[in-house]
């Protein structure tokens, strides 16, 4: 299920999609529009763009310092609007953020204004790790009014009736939490990963596996094990981090993201083909 | 999720997919050990409250302050409780509540450190391992409560990420939470987060009110016409306000810290206050819908007060309901005030608050014909924790109370 | 002099002439108020004793511990009464009755800062000016006490004779009521000095025990076989054995500070310890005839303890008495099984206790096998006031219990 | 009464007595034992000795700082036998020292062998500040066994039976303190010696007042009023304090002692002939 056309389309193609993440205006606004460009050149089908919260009780600490770093550097929800606008990709763009900078956007308290605007720059959809299910009609029914998808996360631990509830919300694509935890990236995908999937094996929308992804094995491996598509945030926001750090040109880094993004990319391709392959047997 | 956890459009479970199994659960253990008294839990929780805790503490006739203020003053003394604060209340019921629900492993966030020691002290009494996330600025500032976690033999995690105060602590537990969650209860540390904590928490401090009633009619055969709290999250105010909310005819107030001043500065993100009901913004942080501090843009922002224990942007979401309601006055007292309340009942009662206490009786210095006849005050906790600050404090300001600050300057020399 | 003020041949009065009218006026006072209830004065006494200070105190029982002894070990947990320590039965009882005397000012000695502290909470209680005498050595390393005097109006009066510790603020307060002895009261810390003190502070203190074998018969259905406590001057032990006095089948055992050595310095005039019952020899110190830690020429020596309140070369002449009698046990503990038992305590069982306390605990460790099937442990004070002394003195040492130290050393790095 | 024959004689004499007292061995014993003489040589009719014991309860700041300095060199009950002993004085010794101290001594305890040896050295009796009548019967037996007398001390808050306890007990001299409080010179001498004096009226032993008599007029003043003897301590120990302040020779410092013994004897002996005068009136 979607609302999106252009989100749909990008999990239609005959192949699993790749989808990173970064935060907007990480390290600072000229910067991340050249990283976030570098991604789509690097083969992202869809990108989870970040809008900094003040609270990421979600993130590990990666994500974290990112969104520190892009806060002080003064982003808020209208220049994400307008990062939005300036981005020359040509990939459906999701916003990741948290719920009460949707609940307070415009003039009246509640989501509808913030999602009118998304909509409006050419957003495709939402992640909203602390809005579960059973306190998403009010985002549920904007996204409806204004064509753009609400993606959830199932967890590890998401079993029974709270699986059901997520169904009924779920659109664009689900997002499958390969491990417990916060965002970080590990050295292995977790064997859960097959398990999570096999449980909403019958949701008519793609999944796409995240948290720990590194590298084109990984996401090869959760491709293999059933993903149509790879989220990957940590490994990139790494490189970003390490770049600001040691004050490497924008370009270097932007160069950097784009062959991370690359190696990504066709990692999940090979994961397809040896899925393809092991079916056929 | 059941309707109970709401109060109003308050409340309710803005968190991580991860750990909703995990609020399931708790919510079942909740309705199960607490409500219903499942396997007796309620009865263990009691005798342990009196045992190990010190319940009941004292309703005591405050003999100076009555006088100066030509009304009935009554001290309810949770500062008499185990770790000098009313704390222990909330801390000892879920350490307990994990140990039934078979958890094996106890972690809590804390600001001032007062929640810290508590639950540190809970762990310690229960057998329970026990880590504690406290900011790194917190741990810099209030070493004496780092020692006694440590003492109690409780892990402190320090936190760095930010200004390393107490939402940034809080933070970080949720993050721990949602990778241990299968072994591992979170002590929350107010009546905040995701319900069922502003329930449950509450359930824990009930027996505040629940003494405070009892003790005031037995004593002076009939109800108060008030009962005054301080408020950061808001957990010793509900404890000393349930069991009252039925009684139409006794006014709940609620003191919050004015801080500074009342007037935000955007621009830096920061209220130098932490006036939460009185100024605070319906919104979404650390799980649940409640009034918060936070600029028009829907950041947090960072709060102030000169009390450590206050200095928190949300507030719990019960809380923010009955205000809205009607049912409870919020109203707010500044740095100064609180202070010299914290003097006041010091030189005068012979008890030294807590700077978070303090604020109360900031609040009937300056609105001792708001209180009427008679008045019941919870003392929320003592002041040791509080001494450097409050002599640092104090020596800043020119104060509307007589305090000879020169003997403690000089009191390695001539004092 | 009445003949109850002695006990076998300890007590007596051995005081200035000056003083002797008002250690008379104070013995007909007692008698008359404390002993024969005189204007309610008891009633009174047990009902601030109640609201004020937090009594009853609870019989705890102590899961970790009676596990580790295989023997039931309860704590009384004076260490919840207000102020922290048992000193607050016996300041409130004196400075009430000062009150009830007429007297306007409250004097008082303090070593550690526990009795000043209580005295002078009990002074702004009952609204009366304080002054306390404090060694210029004891101000220094007792700061936050001396910061508690303070903030509760008393004045504090370093005295700089000698070393500047407890004995010699006892002389000084003793000098000051000679002068001021119409107008003022000596609220004196311990079960010691002339009489009626030793039997006026033994019965302010004794709603310990009073409590203590009300709570075993009740709860246990039958005595206790032992009751444990520290013992410095003597009071919180004299509190906790008075009413199981009788009961011959009570063992009664007075754990002293054993410092880090019997062995006495005569050339110094130091003994390494405060074990006065155990070692020392019957003299006359500070208007009572008792056992004291003195060379032989009888120059009072100076005692030592880790812990500051039992730092005293006298103990209560009362306990002098018992202990000759074969009435009460006097044992000893040094200060390495005193901080062990401090860990433990705070550790097993979430209650950090005063290093005074910890001796008992000491003990207990040392000797499981002698305390019977049931012991009762007088928690005479909680340990918020030895932080930095335990901490400084854990590093200093290879205990036998694990504490990770290192957490302390570096908690402004990288802990 | 008395039981020392040459302590009665010091009071039998037609004129008041003068007691200067100083602690043993302060600051040192070489010293100490010179500023006695000088004492004795200005006119001392009695000399109260002090023993210094560690927890002097009855002094004032002036005396305590004189006992520590008398401990810090080495002085004990032996050393001061020793010192009464090399002393080269022609007026009685009464030693003045806290209880304790008389217990301790010798092989019992009790205060018996204290007292004989004192006797032994050629003391005359004592002063015990910490020892009120009711617990001086022990003591009172040993003196009177020795020859020794036993003084007490009258404070102005002293009645009643108390007065007719110390009257039992009481030989060699009363002392009778001027005011209440410890031990120091002050600038008057309070009114209520001639009222304490009144108490005691008909008491068969001399009358010697001490607490704050600083000058020859207090001197004057106490005799005026009655006494027989005027006790000056503080303000004889404060000469030796300064002395060692300011490292003066010892002998300088011995001079100053004989001239203030001298001023204070001859303002008692101004004091008995404007009491003469009075009654002659
Ligand atoms: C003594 C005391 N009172 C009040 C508070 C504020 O918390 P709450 O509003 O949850 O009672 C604190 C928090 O640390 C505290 O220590
Ligand atoms: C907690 C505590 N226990 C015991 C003592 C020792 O005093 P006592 O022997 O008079 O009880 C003190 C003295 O400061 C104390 O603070």
Known sequence: MANNPALAAAFERDEPAFVPYLAAGDPDYDASIEYVEALARGGADVIELGLPFSEPIAEGTTIQDAIV???DAGMTPDRYFEFVEDLDVDVPLVCMTYYNLLYQYGDELGPRPFVEKAADVGLTGFVVPDLPAEEADPLRAACDEFDLDLVFIVAPTTRGERLDRMREQVSGYVYVQARLGTTGARDDVSDQTEVSLSRIDDWDVPKAVGFGIKEGDH???????????AIVGSALVDIVAAGEENDDPVADVADRLETKAHELKQGALRGAEQRAEASGD | MSETGKFGQYGGQYVPEALMPAIEELTDAYERYVL??????????RERLRDFGGRPTPLQYADQLSERYDTDVYLKREDLLHGG??????ALGQVLLAKYMGKDRIIAETGAGQHGTATAMAAAHLDMPCEIYMGRTDINRQRPNVFRMRLNGAEVNPVTVGRGTLKEAI??????????????????GSIVGPDPFPRMVRDFHRVISDEMREQSLDRLGRLPDSVLACAGGGSNTMGAFAEFVDDDAVDLVAVEAGGSSLTVDEDEGVAPNSATLSTGVEGVLHGARTKLLQDSDGQIMESHSVSAGLDYAGVGPELAYLVDEGRVTPVNVGDDAALEGFHRLSQEEGIIPALETAHAFGYLHENPDAVGDVTLINVSGRGD???ETVIEETEKRDLDVDVEMSVFESSGGAM
Do not use: C, Q
């Not at chain 1, 996401?219 to 598509?229: E, K, L, P």
């Not at chain 2, 219903?36 to 929780?45: C, H, K, T």
């Not at chain 2, 970080?172 to 241990?180: G, H, I, L, P």
């Open chain 1, 69 to 71: 770093r892009a806060l």
């Open chain 1, 219 to 229: 996401a090869a491996r959760i491709v293999r094990a059933g993903a149509d598509g």
């Open chain 2, 36 to 45: 219903d008294n499942e396997d007796g839990f309620m009865d263990e929780f």
């Open chain 2, 85 to 90: 604060a009313h704390k222990l209340n909330n």
């Open chain 2, 171 to 188: 933070s970080e537990t949720m993050r721990d939470w949602a990778t241990t969650v299968e072994t591992t209860h979170y002590v929350i």
């Open chain 2, 385 to 387: 924790k509080d001494l």
